[in-house]
């Protein structure tokens, strides 16, 4: 199937900045979208930004102006730069995608399925 792998997460002061990265591995026939969750205790999972594989965005609308999403569709790598990080922004971030995988017999499955990483966490502290 396949693998999302996050990293880049880490402590950053307010006003600071952080570029997460996702790679996506695995036996891959195609990934449409690719996108960015976070989640902080207590809250809900809710959506940062997408990204399909044209390059069409979408972001929250909080966040829009400070956060950036882009893909390298050749590695299957999604980005996410972060500016201005606040407070509000910690949290841990999950990178998703929906994606198309091949079966043991090499033949892609015809349905795109949801895949989850492992989460990053991001803390945004003075």
């Known amino acids: 199937q396949v693998r999302l792998v996050e990293s880049g997460g880490g402590m950053v002061q307010p006003g600071g900045s952080l570029r997460l990265s996702c790679a996506a591995s695995?036996?891959?026939?195609?990934?449409?979208?690719m996108g960015w969750y976070r989640q902080a205790p207590g809250k809900r999972r809710e959506m940062v930004a997408r990204?399909?594989?044209?390059?069409?965005?979408n972001y929250a609308d909080s966040l829009k102006g400070r956060f950036t999403i882009s893909r390298d569709n050749a590695k299957n790598t999604v980005y996410l730069q972060m500016n201005n990080l606040k407070p509000e922004d910690t949290a841990a971030y999950y990178c998703n995608a929906f994606a198309i995988f091949k079966g043991s017999d090499d033949v892609p499955v015809p349905f795109e399925y949801e895949f989850w990483g492992q989460g990053t966490q991001v803390t945004v502290s003075s």
């Open positions: 990204i399909t594989s044209g390059g069409s965005t």
């Open positions: 695995g036996s891959i026939f195609s990934i449409n979208v």
